[in-house]
């Protein structure tokens, strides 16, 4: 079992979706992941999701998604005794994660220059919008704000449509990764030397490295993206999206060999012999025309023939598929991108991402299902040395 991780301890003072989803990674990874919630209401996503009878007993998908692995304990940290406990936890722990907007933390008493009085060994995560430092710091912001911020809708659609919005969080959920792979790495050195490290992980970032070539294009060239809709980045006349009879089928045959496969797949050798398309110079001179022949011929049958004809061919396609057509196919099953388990006293089943890569075969996925809010207060409590008499006088004045 791939558990790299077993023995850390991790406080997740996070909600929403990066933060939580950064903690999730490594409590797939055999961390311990104590996750401190607000009593009574806990994270904002408890109530979220497609499913209102789960979103009324506060655990809706949105949560469900990513807190599995996770201890849930309910604290209120603006109390003087909540924040205590919380620095006591903190002691204790090897890993420190919050997403507040820049200086909330430090107003509420856990800054990473008090955290690191507390365990100088501690590695302290800070998760925002923009970053700790700039002058859009303190901005608030959320994935599709941050879209639009960071580029990436002005290279999304076509001039016709304007600016799109990509149809996932996927800039939180990259964040989280990033997040993960910030605090994997940073265990080597604080684990070497022993000594505290503040690590600070902005979406703003984390969205513009995601486009990494596109940016260093502008940067050494002055090249400005355009709005591209679904044409290859190759610009390749034989590339992007084509309709067939029945819906849009994505191609990339790119290079000269592609191409003459391509052709050869399609038994289409008259291409091949036609001077304006012989090479890939003449090819680009004369795209429009190119374009036309192909797009006449991928109208004359289905998106899932063309698929398997040129998948035969060695050409790289796919039909275009909604996501749950994507997850029933056989792959998505093989490579275990989630996996099912039981939850609700057994009652229900759950299906829940993994870690997105295999171990020897093997993909590490959840072994312990999300917690109800506030499931593991005493547990964690106890562990600290609180008795049941002081439990039940901090449940009496709302600290947990």
Not at 30 to 35: L, P, Q, T
Request: proline residues 6%.
């Amino acid at each position: 079992m791939f558990q790299p991780l077993a023995g850390l301890k991790v406080i997740d003072l996070t909600q929403v979706l990066a933060g939580p989803y950064a903690a999730y990674q490594l409590g797939l990874m055999g961390a311990e992941v104590i996750k401190i919630e607000t009593p009574g209401t806990g994270d904002w996503t408890r109530t979220s999701g497609s499913l209102p009878e789960l979103n009324a007993r506060r655990m809706g998908i949105g949560y469900l998604t990513q807190n599995a692995n996770k201890k849930s304990v309910a604290l209120n940290i603006k109390t003087p005794e909540g924040l205590e406990i919380l620095k006591k936890l903190v002691a204790e722990a090897d890993v420190f994660i919050e997403n507040f907007r820049p200086g909330t933390i430090a107003r509420l008493g856990l800054p990473f220059e008090v955290a690191k009085q507390i365990n100088p060994r501690i590695l302290y995560c800070s998760i925002s919008a923009y970053g700790q430092d700039g002058p859009f710091s303190a901005r608030p912001a959320y994935d599709h704000v941050i879209q639009g911020m960071c580029g990436i809708m002005k290279t999304t659609g076509t001039l016709d449509t304007g600016p799109q919005k990509v149809g996932a969080p996927y800039v939180d959920y990259a964040t989280g990764l990033n997040a993960a792979f910030a605090i994997v790495s940073a265990l080597h050195q604080t684990r070497a030397t022993g000594e505290a490290l503040h690590l600070d992980v902005a979406m703003l970032d984390t969205s513009i490295l995601l486009m990494a070539s596109l940016m260093t294009s502008h940067l050494t060239g002055g090249w400005t993206p355009a709005p591209s809709g679904n044409e290859a980045w190759s610009a390749s006349p034989s590339s992007g999206a084509f309709e067939t009879t029945d819906g849009l089928l994505m191609i990339a045959a790119n290079n000269d060999r592609q191409f003459r496969a391509m052709c050869a797949g399609l038994g289409r050798g008259d291409i091949l012999a036609d001077p304006r398309w012989a090479d890939p110079k003449t090819r680009a001179r004369n795209a429009p025309a190119l374009r036309a022949e192909l797009v006449a011929l991928f109208l004359t049958d289905t998106a899932a023939h063309w698929e398997t004809v040129l998948d035969a061919a060695g050409v790289p396609a796919a039909r275009v598929r909604r996501l749950d057509e994507t997850l029933a196919e056989e792959q998505a099953k093989v490579r275990q991108i989630a996996l099912t388990m039981p939850w609700n006293g057994g009652a229900s089943e759950i299906h829940l991402p993994t870690l997105g890569f295999k171990v020897n075969g093997e993909t590490p996925g959840p072994t312990v299902a999300p917690p109800e809010l506030g499931a593991d207060t005493g547990e964690v409590l106890r562990r600290l040395g609180y008795g049941e008499e002081e439990l039940r006088r901090l449940s009496a004045q709302s600290v947990i």
